[in-house]
């Protein structure tokens, strides 16, 4: 004996037969989880080459200062106009330290002169073929900061740190600081998630040394 279902029956079937059908759901959870995914992928790879950076610019600017400190202080005082051999020194070792190591000297070469001087420090700016921020090497012979603070980070602007009184002990040394542009992907990929991500324009450190003579 043949039965027939009724229409309504039918229908039924159909819809529970859609609905089991799940042929397409790993494509659409592709399609939903795919933005995460690469989020969390340039994250990785972009904030691992900022940390390694900064690490290879800690490497120059801590030699460099030892460098520079170990140079006697009798030529920040000559009245030549040419630059002091110490920070000349502290620049070379920058220089050949980034150069060695791949990383854009934004068109700065071994012979750069600084681009500004005020008082016992040196400014090397360079901007040429390099990502908005450049690069900025800063040499400053007259950093000091109080005996008390010696364990306190240097200022990236090689600023003097307040000595906080006078009957502080001052410490001189000789500060090397680096501000080098890095150029972020993570922004543009917090972008597909509808975030905006506010990331420096530069990767900044600074080394310091006390004077040995």
């Known amino acids: ?3 027939t279902l ?3 029956t039918l229908r039924g079937v159909w819809a529970r037969l859609i609905w089991w059908d799940t042929r ?6 592709f399609a939903v989880a ?20 900064k690490q290879k610019l800690t490497n120059a600017t801590r030699d460099a200062a030892r460098a520079a400190a170990a140079d006697p202080a009798s030529d920040l005082f000559s009245s030549s ?8 020194d502290a620049y070379l070792v920058v220089y050949n330290y980034l150069f060695v190591n791949n990383i854009n000297t934004c068109g700065m070469t071994s012979g750069t002169a600084p681009s500004s001087t005020s008082g016992l420090t040196w400014t090397y700016v360079g901007t040429s ?6 690069l900025t090497i800063i040499v400053n012979r007259g950093y000091y900061f109080a005996a008390a603070a010696a364990t306190q980070p240097a200022n ?10 006078s009957a502080q002990t001052a410490v001189i040394g000789t500060c090397v600081g680096i501000q080098q542009a890095y150029q972020w992907r993570f922004g543009r990929a917090a972008s597909l998630l509808g975030a905006t991500a506010l990331l420096p ?13």
């Open 156 to 165: 990236v602007n090689c600023q003097p740190l307040p000595m906080g009184g």
């Open 81 to 88: 106009t040419s630059t002091p051999v110490s920070v000349n």
């Open 1 to 3: 004996m043949i039965r």
């Open 6 to 8: 009724h229409p309504w």
């Open 24 to 29: 397409g759901a790993q494509l659409v959870e």
């Open 34 to 53: 795919l933005p995460l995914l690469v989020v969390f992928v340039v994250g990785i790879f972009d904030f691992s080459g900022a940390f390694t950076l």
């Open 129 to 134: 073929n390099c990502p908005p921020g450049g």
């Open 201 to 213: 324009p530069t990767i900044a450190v600074a080394s310091v040394a006390m004077n040995e003579n």
